[in-house]
Structures are given as structure tokens and as C-alpha cells.
């Protein structure tokens, strides 16, 4: 069974940082590409910032030089580090693992960040 556990998510304020960690079973990991998506209220889910099994990376212009994505595939693992939060990055943050080969993807459950302003 394919599992993807996001965790990290909380209430800070406006400038603060968390990281967002999301743990992997089921899958082999290291031949999945992988991302963190968000969902605001009212708003479709985007795209935050991805990396690839090999290490590229890229990011919304919005969190550039803000968010740092990272993975560690011996512990099945991807990571985003968030700096500088603002109100607008308030949202529900899910991690996501596609197989590149065939697109066949998996979801997290989410996991709630708020900033507050």
C-alpha cells in the first residue's frame, strides 16, 4: 500500500519558517519524481516546487529564494523548507510522488500551513 505522510504544517507568524516533511512507503522511492503542491481556499492547487529524482530542482516564482526543496532517498523522504512566510502562503500543502516512466502518481493527505499577518 502506497503512503505518502506529510507533517511539519502549523500556525506561525508572518516572517517565520517551518519545514515540511513528507515520508514515503510503498513506493521505490528513488525512481519517483517528487513535489510539494498547496491549496488555498477558494483557490485550484499549484505547483510550490518539485525535484527530481535526480536532484533538479525548480520553483514557483512566488517561493523563489524563499523555499528550499530537498530529498533524502535512503530515507524515502522529501523536504521543504520555508523562510520569509507570508499570509499568502497560507494554505494546505500536499506532497506528491509521480513515476516518470508511466505518470503514475500518489498524494498526501495535506497538512495545514497558516501564517498569520
Known amino acids: 500500500q502506497v503512503q505518502l505522510v506529510e507533517s511539519g504544517g502549523g500556525l506561525v507568524q508572518a516572517g517565520g519558517s517551518l519545514r515540511l516533511s513528507c515520508a514515503a512507503s510503498?513506493?521505490?522511492?528513488?525512481?519517483?519524481?517528487t513535489a510539494w503542491y498547496r491549496q488555498a481556499p477558494g483557490k485550484q492547487r499549484e505547483l510550490v516546487a518539485a525535484i527530481t529524482r535526480a536532484g533538479r530542482t525548480n520553483y514557483a516564482d512566488s517561493v523563489k529564494g524563499r523555499f528550499t526543496i530537498s530529498r533524502d532517498n535512503a530515507k524515502r523522504a522529501v523536504y521543504l523548507q520555508m523562510n520569509s512566510l507570508k499570509a499568502e502562503d497560507t494554505a494546505v500543502y500536499y506532497c506528491?510522488?509521480?513515476?516518470?516512466?508511466?505518470?503514475?502518481?500518489?498524494w498526501g493527505q495535506g497538512t495545514q500551513v497558516t501564517v498569520s499577518s
Open positions: 510503498g513506493i521505490i522511492f528513488s525512481i519517483y519524481d
Open positions: 506528491r510522488a509521480e513515476r516518470p516512466v508511466d505518470g503514475i502518481g500518489h
